[in-house]
């Protein structure tokens, strides 16, 4: 594959473990740890797609719930995007807490423009305190059936 970039080679579908091998370490830990959590909070299996959309083209990984969309990941040499849909109803929520949240986390919520009432994210995940937000983001967004919101 030395070649030709895996993740933007529309003509050959890669598998999930070669997706997992084109993430360069220690950031490739970051997008097990992630996978790990999504599979087994949501009780979900992760979907290989390619999209030609002109601001993340490429091979990407989508988690789907009941038909609805979790998130979309697209992996990077250097670690990997999340594509994260909130409410707009969630910023308010989402601000109270900013205390909680890493500052480019904050940064792209912020600078992200309403689209249909919603808020589309790109989260740059290379780091695991990024890593947390957007686990949290995720969590607000689609509690896991059988979750404690007691907590």
């Not at 490739?28 to 797609?49: H, M, V």
């Amino acid at each position: 594959m030395n070649t030709r970039d895996l993740v933007l080679d529309g003509l050959y579908t890669p598998t999930y473990e070669e997706i997992v091998v084109y993430i360069n370490e220690p950031q490739r830990l970051l997008w097990e740890d992630f996978n790990t959590f999504i599979q087994q909070s949501y009780n979900t299996s992760p979907k290989i797609a390619y999209s030609k959309c002109s601001g993340k083209p490429g091979w990407n990984i989508k988690y789907k719930k009941s038909n609805k969309s979790l998130c979309t990941l697209y992996p990077e040499k250097e670690g990997f995007v999340v594509l994260l849909v909130v409410l707009l109803e969630m910023v308010p929520i989402i601000e109270a807490m900013a205390e909680e949240f890493q500052s480019e986390v904050l940064e792209v919520i912020r600078s992200a423009k309403p689209f249909n009432g919603t808020l589309w994210l790109m989260i740059e995940v290379k780091e695991g305190v990024v890593l947390e937000d957007v686990k949290q983001l995720l969590l607000m967004k689609h509690p896991p059936k059988g979750l404690n919101k007691s907590k």
